[in-house]
């Protein structure tokens, strides 16, 4: 394992294992080349049943390619959802490691606003009294694998004392 040492923003030195974070970014990268490549393959094909010439469908693929349209069109966003992921993957390991330093704080299962539907575990956890960072470990925490989503869970544990903060300043 790689594991890195990275300060925090509380000044709190907490540590991440890399292998673990890449090699997930690793395994949907090589899924999204490989649904690339059964694209390509099948619009080689469609195009030569049109009659196209094995150097016009070169052409025509290479363009799109550069233009991003056709069946490339997604792929600017695939690799950006790939990266976002990663960087998403890395600080939650970061943030779930620095917990441990504090193991009394107690912490509230926050469901991730920008996920349009929850599964069940999750909605479950949000449900949870908050509750010291052991506990939570015991029960599984975001992106560790133990929710029905496994390590894509984009929910977060986040210390009661901020989301006071926040309904402070919020009003909410």
Known sequence: MSDIKVESKTGLFIS???DTVIAGIDERMATFIDEIFV???SAVANLAKT???KAAIKEKLYADATA??????????????IAAT???KA???AYNTEMVTDAEE????????????HCATCLNNAEIPPQPFPEWQAIGVPGAGATDCG????????PVGILKKVSDLTGE
């Open 68 to 81: 991003g349209t056709g069946i490339f069109s997604g792929m600017k966003r695939g690799i950006g959802d």
């Open 151 to 158: 390590e894509h869970c984009q929910c977060s544990l986040v």
């Open 86 to 88: 990663g960087t998403n």
């Open 51 to 53: 009659g196209m010439s």
């Open 106 to 117: 107690i912490y509230a299962w926050v469901l991730d606003p920008g996920v349009k539907e």
């Open 16 to 18: 991440m294992d890399l």
């Open 39 to 41: 694209k390509v393959e």
């Open 91 to 93: 600080n939650q390991a």
